[in-house]
């Protein structure tokens, strides 16, 4: 594991961003692994910028997303579809046949999984940029999930549910369920780019580079990829000795 540690949050997207930008330099039809959630957010931006400024294109680029919700009409403000529509997508020249997230409709969600699953192993992700869960989880691999687990229908924990509900009204509306590439698909990437700010996840970023590899923390598993890039502020590498 590669381990960079700065200051803060601008920071952390900045450095992503050049890893990102670096990536489709030097292959512009590369495959990304995508996250939602609030760490890329500032990493998406500087994409877009950098795509408006012509230094990168989306153009030959293909994604495929780490999860979606159960159940929320993918036009739902908190659909990880409109996310990244609104965080990324809509913003840059990314051809969206090219654009891959699970389909999450309640009937065929085991269908659903099996599809996406089928598609993963038709392709080799580049480059999959994550983030990490208070409780260590990484796409919706909650802990105690197998490490050789591929895409699938997960029953999200209370805690994540918890830690979501500030995008939702009430811990009611929050999904319970959750479609989600398991480990085994995210071990795949050839390179994988983690992301973390905050102090409520420096336990969970502890865990993970110093604890031992077990499935009670799911991120622990990038111990044991070859080419693992972890990017942390100050306050999410708080816990870890100097
Ligand atoms: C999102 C995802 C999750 C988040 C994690 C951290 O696609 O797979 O693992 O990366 O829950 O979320 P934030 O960034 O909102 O703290």
Do not use: C
């Not at 990880?80 to 913003?91: R, T």
């Not at 029953?155 to 995008?167: A, V």
């Amino acid at each position: 594991m590669n381990i960079v540690i700065l200051k803060n949050y601008d920071e952390v997207s900045s450095k992503a961003s050049e890893i990102v930008i670096n990536q489709l330099i030097s292959k512009p039809n590369s495959v990304l692994g995508l996250a939602t959630g609030s760490t890329p957010i500032g990493l998406y931006k500087r994409l877009i910028q950098a795509n408006k400024e012509n230094k990168i294109s989306f153009k030959d680029v293909k994604s495929f997303n780490l999860d979606e919700y159960i159940g929320l009409d993918i036009k739902h403000p908190q659909s990880y579809h409109q996310f990244m529509m609104d965080n990324l997508f809509s913003k840059v020249d990314i051809n969206l046949a090219n654009t891959h997230l699970p389909q999450n409709d309640v009937e065929n969600m085991n269908e659903h999984a099996e599809a996406y699953n089928k598609l993963l192993a038709k392709t080799k992700i580049d480059l999959q940029i994550l983030g990490i869960g208070s409780n260590g989880h990484i796409g919706f691999n909650e802990p105690g999930t197998p490490f050789g687990n591929e895409t699938f229908i997960v029953e999200l924990e209370e805690k994540t549910r918890k830690d979501n509900m500030r995008f939702f009204n009430s811990l009611d509306e929050v999904p319970k369920y959750a479609i989600t590439m398991g480990i085994k698909n995210i071990m795949r990437s050839k390179h994988i780019l983690l992301l973390a700010s905050g102090i409520e996840k420096s336990d969970a970023v502890y865990q993970m580079i110093h604890g031992e590899v077990t499935e009670n923390l799911p991120a622990s598993i990038l111990q044991l990829h070859p080419h693992a890039t972890v990017i942390l502020d100050e306050k999410a590498a708080s816990k870890l000795p100097l």
